[in-house]
């Protein structure tokens, strides 16, 4: 079965906190694809990042950073120094390779960045 | 701004009714997704379409239908509206449909039914 899970409903946190979200994921195939997603309050969603499971290297983008760990299934999202823009839900998304293209979504996690 | 483009941005409706919901890709991109966002379930994929054929489906009822068209652009036709279909309905789209390629999503068609 392919299933995602985001343990984290909702976090709060102050501006200029660290944040991490976490993501585990579960999946039969051995070659797949891990993303991140935002949904800002205004609704859209927002492409944030690609993973395929080969690539263990963490990634960092500016004040975003993904770290991904096969061995525990998951893959998790980490945001420096936080902002009241990055206020939104969060989703991890999983496309086993064996599923096509279809995307499967955790539950999202709300974050709030309070000033 | 993502580049996939969906109409209306709200539609409100009545049980029983029938709706339209339209999609038009990114600019280069063969491949259409339908995908349901509701409180109770998620966000849940529904249909997906490449190059004018249906690829592939998911938990996607059957008072629902979606069609691509030559110009790539999509719809999703609900019937027989219930009050649990009230939703935000997402469109998004890549450039093919292999697995992993990203999908870019537009803002979503909130349905409403009274």
Known sequence: AQKVTQAQTEISVVEKEDVTLDCVYETRDTTYYLFWYKQPPSGELVFLIRRNSFDEQNEISGRYSWNFQKSTSSFNFTITASQVVDSAVYFCALIPVGYGNKLVFGAGTILRVKS | ?114
């Open chain 2, 1 to 114: 701004d993502s580049g996939v483009t969906q109409t209306p941005k709200h539609l409100i409706t009545a049980t029983g009714q029938r709706v339209t919901l339209r999609c038009s890709p990114r600019s280069g991109d063969l491949s259409v997704y339908w995908y349901q966002q509701s409180l109770d379930q998620g966000l849940q994929f529904l249909i997906q379409y490449y190059n004018g054929e249906e690829r592939a489906k998911g938990n996607i009822l059957e008072r629902f239908s979606a069609q691509q068209f030559p110009d790539l652009h999509s719809e999703l036709n609900l019937s027989s509206l219930e009050l649990g279909d009230s939703a935000l309905y997402f469109c998004a789209s890549s450039v093919s449909p292999t697995p992993g390629q990203p999908q870019h999503f537009g803002d979503g068609t909130r349905l409403s039914i009274l």
